[in-house]
Structures are given as C-alpha cells and as structure tokens.
C-alpha cells in the first residue's frame, strides 16, 4: 500500500498526456475528465495541495469508487503511473477514517469473510430462485434487477462434495494444491466440478486446503485491517502445504495471494510466507500448458470468444494459455472479440455499487460479442461470469459464458472419433 508521505511524488510523475483515455473503461462510456487516471490523479493531487478537501466532498469520494481498479491505464501510462494503488490508498484513507459504509460492511465482513455465511446465503438465495418469492419481489421493483446477476444457484457448494470426486491417483504425475474461492464454491459449483475433474484426468493428485476469502471484496473498499486478517490465515494454511503448485480457477484469487507480496513487503514475519506462497501460484489454464496437458478428446463444436478478465490478463499476465486450450479442441472454434481485455465492468460487486456505469460497460463489451457471432463467451474469472452472463440476459442475446476448464471437462467427456 502507498503511504501517504510518497503520495505526491508518485502523482508528480503523472504528465497529463491522456494516454490513459483511449484505455479506461470508465471515460470510455461516460466522456468525463474527472473519470479518468489523469483527472483522478489530479483530483487528489489538490487534495494533497489543500486545494480541495477530501472530507467534505461526497462527489470526490464517488469518483474514487467509480474506478474499477481494472490496471488499463497503469500498463498503458508511459510514466508509469500506478493509478489503480493510488486509487486504492484514497479507499484506504476513508474507511480508516470513517469505517465502511452499512451494505459493504453487511457484505464483505459479514459474508465474504465467513465461509459458513457465503454458504448460508447460497442456500436463501436457491430458494428465493426456486420459489415465488423471486418472482413476487420482482412484481415490487425492490430489487431494480439486482437479483438478475445472481447465476442459478447449486444445491450444494463443491466443498461438500469434496469427498465424492476427490480421488487418491495410484501413480500421479504431479500433485497441486486448489484454491476453491468462495464464489465458485457456492455460485459457480460448475467450475469447481470441471477444474478437478481436468485435474485429475491430467493424472494431478489434488489437495484442497481450507482457505478463506481471498480479500479481494475488502481490500478493494479500503477494509485493509480485514484483508490483512484473511491474507495472514490464508499463508498459514497455504504455506503449510506439501505441494510445489497452487492452482486458481479464479484470476482474481491468484491475483490477490499473489498480492500478498506487496500487503506484506515491509513484514518480517510475514514476507517470507507470502514470497515462497507467492511464487507457487498458477492459473489453471497455464498450469495445464505448462504440465503438456492431454491432448486426447472429444469434440465440442461451437464459435467461442475470450473475455481477457483484468486480473487474468494484466495482474497475472496470462493470456495465450486459455486460448491454447480452447483451440486444442476439436470443432471449437476460437474467434477474438474486439477490446477482449478490457474491463466488463464486473470488478466484484461493482455493478452493485455501481449500476449505470457498469451496465454501460456491460453494454460495450456485449455489441463486440455480438459482433464475433459466436455462442460461448469463455473467461477465467467467476465476477466476469456472472457479469458476462447479467449482461447476455439484459440485452437479450443468445449464448453461454463458459470457463475454459468447463469447456476442456466437455472436451474430455466427449466421445472421441476414431482415426482412419
Ligand atoms: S497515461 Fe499516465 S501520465 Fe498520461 S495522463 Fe494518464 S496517468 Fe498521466
Ligand atoms: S484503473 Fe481502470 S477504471 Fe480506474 S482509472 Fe485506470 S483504467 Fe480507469
């Protein structure tokens, strides 16, 4: 986390060029200067020049949450302007000084950081989709489409199902730690299911440690005393681990352990944990190319594009290994979309916080979809997914959103044609 004494400095380096424009989400779809890197960078440039205070000007604090910490401009910034932290200090700033607003707090503290309260809210939330209740509250507008981003809930999250798939392999080739996220836990079971499954059929001996959240909901509102208290339970279990890889179904998972460097740089007890952790984390796709994953499977005919989530494509740096493993199979075919890496303005609950600039964002990101023609709309990220999916179904488009161990489990399940 930046400190505030080098706050000035880092923004000083900031040189006005508007590089930033063309590749910020958010100026993309609303023109506005101040939702920018360059004009955020200069908002609290004044406020650090007491030319602006920062405590009394609630329209200073919306700008700052209305980024989505997508990293576009700091890849793209020539100077190397790392807005998105500076961004991320400001957050931290406010709910130091005034605690996290009611619904984030009920959210991220009470949910998130409980493994046993996401669950609970999957189960209320499966029969509020399985009954008239969903449908009533509809008919009262209460929810104003909120409730529509939800997927379809599992009846059970994949941790109970552990002991069902996870299998002792009699002569493996490599063995891995899972991290099994909250969100594909309870919201996407699918993923989970697929991503073990693509494991072991990779003769993987696969371990899934009891981690909490990852802290990525806290740490992106600024609750830097909670993530560093989930980010410090997680080493401990993860360190303790016998295995030399710990894979993510979730870019934005891997992306926050490996994080855990930076949260823990000047820690003496806790920098180690976090490096040697740190340097074991694979998103599952590259960890599939970088095994030589099988080849052998069945086809899957479909036009798919990728959706190159933020956490995937610039904090992970992946982004040849999904599109390997989609082209590897059979009658897939693998066409790009324009703008795949730019944000789909999912950023976690951003959409909630958020609504209009998302869904504008949303909308952008579905016209190229359209464009591509094609059916499955794949992605590495379960906030991507559930936002892709909101974003089929509110433009009332046709089609799947698929992560691409889903589509490799299809492939492996899929009968294979004989060679003549
Ligand atoms: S690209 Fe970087 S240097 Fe240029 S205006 Fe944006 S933040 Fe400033
Ligand atoms: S992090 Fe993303 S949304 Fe925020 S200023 Fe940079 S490009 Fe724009």
């Excluded at 909901?217 to 303790?240: Q, R, V, W």
């Excluded at 916080?353 to 094609?374: C, E, V, W």
């Amino acid at each position: 986390m930046i400190k505030k004494e080098d706050l000035l400095e880092i923004l000083m380096n900031c040189n006005r060029c508007g590089v930033c424009q063309e590749v910020c989400p958010t100026y993309q779809v609303s023109n506005n200067e101040a939702n920018v890197a360059r004009g955020r960078n200069r908002i609290i440039r004044l406020v650090l020049e007491k030319k602006l205070d920062l405590d009394h000007a609630p329209e200073i604090e919306k700008l700052i949450n209305e980024c989505l910490l997508c990293k576009a401009c700091e890849v793209n910034c020539p100077s190397g302007v790392p807005t998105p932290e500076i961004i991320a200090a400001v957050r931290a700033y406010y709910t130091k000084t005034k605690g996290l607003p009611l619904a984030k707090k009920i959210m991220y503290r009470g949910v998130f950081s409980k493994n046993r309260n996401v669950d609970l809210v999957r189960f209320l939330g499966r029969i509020y989709q399985k009954t008239g209740i969903s449908r009533l509250v509809k008919l009262t507008g209460l929810m104003n489409g909120t409730d529509e981003m939800l997927p379809e809930l599992p009846r059970k999250n994949v941790r109970r199902q552990l002991p069902h798939i996870l299998k002792t392999l009699s002569n493996p080739r490599h063995k891995a730690a899972y991290f099994l996220g909250c969100s594909v836990n309870n919201f996407f079971s699918g993923i989970g299911l697929a991503t073990i499954k693509v494991l072991q059929e990779n003769n993987v001996q696969v371990v899934v440690p009891e981690v909490r959240c990852c802290g990525a909901p806290h740490h992106s509102a600024g609750d830097i005393e909670e993530y560093l208290k989930l980010a410090k339970f997680n080493l401990k279990e993860l360190s303790s681990l016998d295995v030399e890889t710990i894979v993510f179904d979730c870019s934005t998972c891997a992306s926050m352990i490996k994080e855990y460097e930076n949260l823990f740089k000047d820690d003496p007890e806790y920098k180690f944990l976090a490096e040697s952790v740190g340097a074991k984390v694979q998103d599952i796709c590259s960890y599939l190319v970088n095994i030589g994953y099988k080849k052998e499977m069945g086809a899957v005919p479909a036009r798919v594009t990728y959706h190159d989530p933020c956490h995937g494509v610039r904090f992970l740096k992946v982004k040849d290994a999904p599109r390997e493993i989609l082209k590897s199979i059979p009658e897939l075919e693998l066409v790009e979309m324009k703008e795949a890496d730019m944000c789909c303005g999912g950023a976690g609950s951003y959409g909630i916080f958020n609504p209009k600039l998302s869904r504008d964002i949303l909308a952008r990101k579905m016209k190229h979809y359209q464009d591509t023609g094609a059916t499955i709309l794949a992605t590495s990220c379960p906030a991507c997914i559930m936002q892709l999916a909101f974003g089929l179904k509110t433009n009332g488009l046709k089609g799947l959103v698929k992560h691409p161990v889903e589509l490799l489990a299809q492939a492996y399940e899929a009968p294979r044609k004989n060679k003549s």
